[in-house]
């Protein structure tokens, strides 16, 4: 699939991935990069950028094996973006298929 | 590429942003690592599955755009120069003050000048039947106080556009000395 495409969408789906329950980074690479075909490391900036424009925050929680792990929380900031997000996307989504569809064409 | 050699390119790669940041990030890529191997996978299949180190390197440093003003502001001089800067600028606000008052005054005595002679000229023309035998001489004279008016005119223009012209780079000088020093 276009890389172009992805980029633009990376964002939400991290977002909606932590709605419901809270994670750690592995599992939300491990989990994304099943369901669409890219790098794992891919992940890891945005997370970093969602943290820094306090989308979510992090907590480090101990683990069964090894070091604790870095828990990601969606924050009340977080799910309204998300929330707008979903909005505009389902939109977008819209005109692009009628575009495409050939409905607004004539 | 095995996990230390990975993060070791990462963290060099990365080099553009704070260490804080650096050891954060190579902390979090480093944990990933831990949790893949204790699902079996080998230190190569991870680091090829987490992607090129310079295309995440660049993804964290793109993400992170607010870093480097931040960097940049903090090493902004903000003593000394922009303190000299404005001591000139201060400087040069008092020297412009009697400048501006000779310019200013050379102006309104070329605008008193041309009313006067053009007054003169206007009176002697209406003496023109008075003029007798030096008639000639008293034209002559005449037509060169006007071409003098004329040039006076011209120079009181040219005065107060090239006031107005180092008025204005006057003014954004000083606005730049202020605000971003030399």
Known sequence: MNIQFKKGVLDMCVLAMLRDKDSYGYD???????????ADGTVYPILRKLASDGLVNTYLMESQNGPPRKYYHLTDEGKKVLEEYITDWQEFNKVVAGIIGGHESE | MNKKEYLELLGKELGALPYNDVKEITDEIESHFVAAMAEGKTEEQISDELGDVHELAKSYIECTPYKLPQVLKDKAPKSKSSVWAKVFSVF???????????????????VAQ????????????????????????????QIGSCFYVIFLGCLLYFGIRLLIFAGKKFIRLNRRLWTRGF
């Not at chain 1, 939300?28 to 890219?38: N, Q, Y």
């Open chain 2, 92 to 110: 040069l606000c008092i020297l412009a003050v009697p400048i501006t008052a000779c310019w200013v005054s050379f102006d309104i005595s070329l």
């Open chain 2, 114 to 141: 041309i009313i006067i002679r053009s007054g003169v000229f206007v009176f002697r023309i209406g003496k023109y039947s008075e003029w007798g035998i030096y008639k000639f001489s008293n034209l002559m004279n």
């Open chain 1, 28 to 38: 939300i690479a491990d989990s994304l990069s099943r369901k669409i075909k890219l």
